[in-house]
Nanobody, 115 residues
Framework: QVQLVESGGGLVQPGGSLRLSCVVSGIPFAAVPLGWYRQVPGKEREWVAK???????DYDHSVTGRFTISRDDAKNTVYLQMNNLKFEDTAMYYC?????????WGQGTQVIVSA
């Protein structure tokens, strides 16, 4: 059974930083690409960043230069380092994995950017 558990969210002031973590179990972690998404109430879930199994990365334009996705295959963990946070980054953040044709999401971790 594939499981994803996110952590690291919280309340932060504009300009601050947070690092999200997502621990993945139940799949050959090193072989799969991973992604981070976010969602605010009333809106569709949107893609934020992705990392391939070889470490290649890509970002939505709204976070480019501020967010960094990385992975530690020894710890089965994917990270999202978020710097220079803005009000509009407030959302529930989810990690996602697609393996064997199946998509699995974590339960999410809340990020609130507020003064």
């Amino acid at each position: 059974q594939v499981q994803l558990v996110e952590s690291g969210g919280g309340l932060v002031q504009p300009g601050g930083s947070l690092r999200l973590s997502c621990v993945v179990s139940g799949i050959p972690f090193a072989a799969v690409p991973l992604g981070w998404y976010r969602q605010v109430p009333g809106k569709e879930r949107e893609w934020v960043a992705k990392i391939s199994n070889t470490g290649g990365t890509d970002y939505d334009h709204s976070v480019t230069g501020r967010f960094t996705i990385s992975r530690d295959d020894a710890k089965n963990t994917v990270y999202l380092q978020m710097n220079n946070l803005k009000f509009e980054d407030t959302a529930m953040y989810y990690c996602r994995v697609v393996s064997g044709g199946n998509t699995t999401w974590g339960q999410g971790t809340q990020v609130i950017v507020s003064a």
